[in-house]
């Protein structure tokens, strides 16, 4: 797994990134976050589809082993949108270690701003949960939310990322 990681991400985590290229991958994903609470909540976002994983409280410490609470809020919220258990186990399985990457296009950031935006709002009318790290209801409205890439072509995150796991 590959997660491209804002400045401010890898400030946080005190993280090394790799130089890898991520075009085309369906286990490449962008991360960011924001204070609420006085406790750090992420957004990470996948760069084909959109898909958003949403978790709340992360520790510094808990980047060694991201992969570990981001495999089973990846897995949650393939559950809650409805993915049959065959696709996403096939998923799960092939993720490998996770590799960091500085962010370097400028238009998936503004992406994945847009949508940590939106669930800033939507958090205003739902609140956090604060029991829980994994934001289940939070990432599920977000990846109803109808998407265009090129202002002709919309989608929403569900259905895209639907198609390509049934590519795999």
Same mark, same amino acid.
């Given at each position: 797994?590959?997660?491209?990681c804002?400045?401010?991400?890898? &400030?946080y985590? #005190? ?7 991520? #075009?085309?991958?369906? %286990? ?8 609420? @609470?006085?406790k750090? /909540? ?8 959109? /898909? ?7 520790? #510094?410490?808990? /980047?060694? *082993?991201?992969?570990f609470?981001l495999?089973?809020a990846? +897995? ?9 258990a &065959?696709?996403?186990? #096939?998923?799960?399985?092939?993720? *490998? ?6 962010t370097?296009?400028?238009k998936?950031?503004a +992406?994945? @701003? +847009?949508i940590? *935006? &939106?669930?800033?709002?939507?958090l ?5 949960d ?9 990432? /599920? ?8 890439e090129?202002?002709? @072509? %919309?989608?929403?995150p ?9 590519l795999?």
């Amino acid at each position: 797994m590959i997660i491209s990681c804002t400045k401010k991400v890898v &400030d946080y985590g #005190k993280l090394t990134t790799d130089i890898k290229d991520t #075009k085309h991958d369906i %286990y490449a994903w962008h991360v960011n976050y924001q204070v609420i @609470n006085n406790k750090p /909540f992420f957004i990470f976002m996948n760069d084909l589809t959109k /898909f958003s994983v949403c978790i709340y409280g992360l520790k #510094k410490q808990d /980047f060694k *082993d991201l992969g570990f609470d981001l495999y089973h809020a990846i +897995r949650h919220q393939f559950i809650m949108v409805g993915y049959q258990a &065959d696709l996403i186990e #096939k998923y799960i399985k092939d993720i *490998d270690e996770v590799t960091f990457l500085k962010t370097e296009s400028r238009k998936t950031v503004a +992406r994945l @701003n +847009r949508i940590m *935006d &939106d669930g800033l709002a939507i958090l205003e009318n739902i609140g956090i949960d604060t029991d829980n790290t994994e934001q289940n209801l939070l990432a /599920f409205k977000l990846n109803q939310m109808i998407i265009s890439e090129d202002k002709e @072509n %919309y989608f929403t995150p569900i259905e895209k990322m639907h198609d390509y796991l049934n590519l795999l």
